[in-house]
């Protein structure tokens, strides 16, 4: 594995060859720094919400109180302030629409502006991802803080796997690729768990 470099990302963005790494929009070449590229928070929203249920049940034959009736969605515009509070989790997806070749991996850290305001997120999108970048946001201080749409709020790192294979197939574990707004944890659909429930009946 090797990470890309300044120049090795200005040649795989938007290049038009098959390789390419496909971001859409790229407001500013600010954005591509020396070894990572930012990302900026987009407009669709998924808030965290207390209510009645006792617990988030991930058994897919208890989908009335699966993850959905935890959330409520909300939007804002470019420019608008989103506020998240004291441990509050967000699901909130990048401005940017990208596309990896089968080359490539991405991981996405918080940039340290915003880290250091409490604000964090760590994920990975595997070789022939489409789509929005999901941002889990979580606020780890004891104020609320205020985002701003369409700031760069992430950074995402790309690497070269060596190995140029076909990652995505159709199938189950399709749970997330081609999503432009947030989307629901959807463990309920790991085919292993409705085999655990059964076990834990029996």
Do not use: W
């Not at 058994?59 to 969605?73: I, L, R």
């Amino acid at each position: 594995m090797s990470l890309l470099t300044k120049t090795e990302l200005g040649e795989r963005i938007n290049s038009g060859e098959e390789n390419q790494v496909f971001i859409d929009p790229l407001l500013s070449e600010d954005q591509i720094g020396a070894v990572s590229v930012d990302l900026r928070l987009g407009c669709d929203f998924l808030v965290s919400v207390l209510n009645h249920k006792p617990s988030v049940m991930l058994d897919p034959a208890q989908s009335h109180s699966g993850p959905e009736t935890f959330f409520q969605t909300a939007r804002r515009d470019l420019g608008d302030v989103f506020l998240i509070h004291p441990s509050q989790t967000v699901l909130a997806t990048s401005l940017e629409y990208i596309g990896l070749p089968n080359d490539i991996y991405a991981d996405v850290i918080s940039r340290s502006s915003y880290h250091r305001l409490g604000v964090s997120i760590t994920s990975m999108f595997q070789p022939g991802f489409r789509g929005c970048i999901s941002l889990e946001l979580f606020n780890h201080s004891n104020v609320p803080v205020e985002l701003i749409v369409g700031s760069r709020i992430v950074q995402a790192r790309f690497f070269k796997n060596e190995h140029d294979e076909v990652y995505f197939q159709d199938g189950p574990r399709r749970k997330y690729i081609g999503n432009v707004r947030p989307t629901i944890s959807r463990a309920p659909l790991d085919t292993d768990i409705p085999h655990l429930v059964k076990m834990s009946n029996q």
